[in-house]
């Protein structure tokens, strides 16, 4: 036997007043908004009846935070994988919008298509999936929800639906706090269900942690 389903669920909004780019700058943990939009992931999980029987989390504090909710509604311990973290990045501790003007960075932009400014997005997808086939193949039985980060999710995304890897990163699906669930068919995994449970508090929120 194995798991039923995978739920990739983002973390909630960050507090970060100076909105650098955080990457996995340690410090960085929820909002108060934040905690509201993590909450609001847990209690679309627990409205669906899903039958989460596994938590596993990004050791970031933001990912632990956002985690803590659903450990609470479904009586879970919350376990660390590595795989589950935010990329590497060029730009973390910098202003994004100041940072793409100053020619000392403009090394890092030469390349996109990898991406030239952190790990590759082949990295990313190579450890991702194996964190999603280790979750589903260790798991007797029930859901396991996996929380993590919006580039390494979007990778997981565009794996299984066999999307190009090269991407605007303004144009990704995964807000805040949203879920995106997988199931086995076969020897593939398939994308059968994407929720923004948090949309509602969204117009108020933040979210320049990434790239």
């Given at each position: ?118 790990e590759r997005y082949t990295s990313i997808s190579s450890r991702m999936m194996a964190a999603v086939t280790d979750a589903w193949d260790t798991?007797?039985?029930g859901e396991v929800v996996l929380v993590s980060h919006q580039l390494p999710i979007w990778m997981v995304h565009s794996t299984v639906t ?50």
């Amino acid at each position: 036997m194995s798991a039923s389903r995978i739920h990739l669920v983002r973390h909630g909004e960050v507090h970060n007043p100076s909105r650098v780019l955080y990457g996995r700058i340690p410090g960085f943990r929820l909002s108060t908004l934040g905690e509201r939009m993590a909450g609001a992931a847990a209690l679309a999980l627990q409205d669906e009846h899903a039958p989460v029987a596994r938590l596993i989390a990004s050791p970031l504090q933001r990912t632990q935070e956002s985690a803590a909710p659903v450990a609470k509604a479904f009586g879970l311990e919350v376990e660390t994988d590595e795989r589950l973290i935010e990329p590497t990045n060029h730009f973390e501790g910098l202003v994004m919008k100041r940072a793409v003007r100053d020619p000392r960075n403009w090394f890092a932009l030469r390349n996109p298509r990898l991406p030239s400014w952190g790990e590759r997005y082949t990295s990313i997808s190579s450890r991702m999936m194996a964190a999603v086939t280790d979750a589903w193949d260790t798991t007797p039985e029930g859901e396991v929800v996996l929380v993590s980060h919006q580039l390494p999710i979007w990778m997981v995304h565009s794996t299984v639906t066999g999307t190009p890897f090269p991407h605007d990163p303004r144009k990704r699906r995964c807000a805040l706090s949203s879920i995106t669930t997988l199931e086995r068919r076969g020897d593939s995994f398939v994308e059968v269900a994407y929720r923004d449970p948090a949309a509602g508090l969204a117009t108020a929120a933040t979210d320049v942690g990434a790239v």
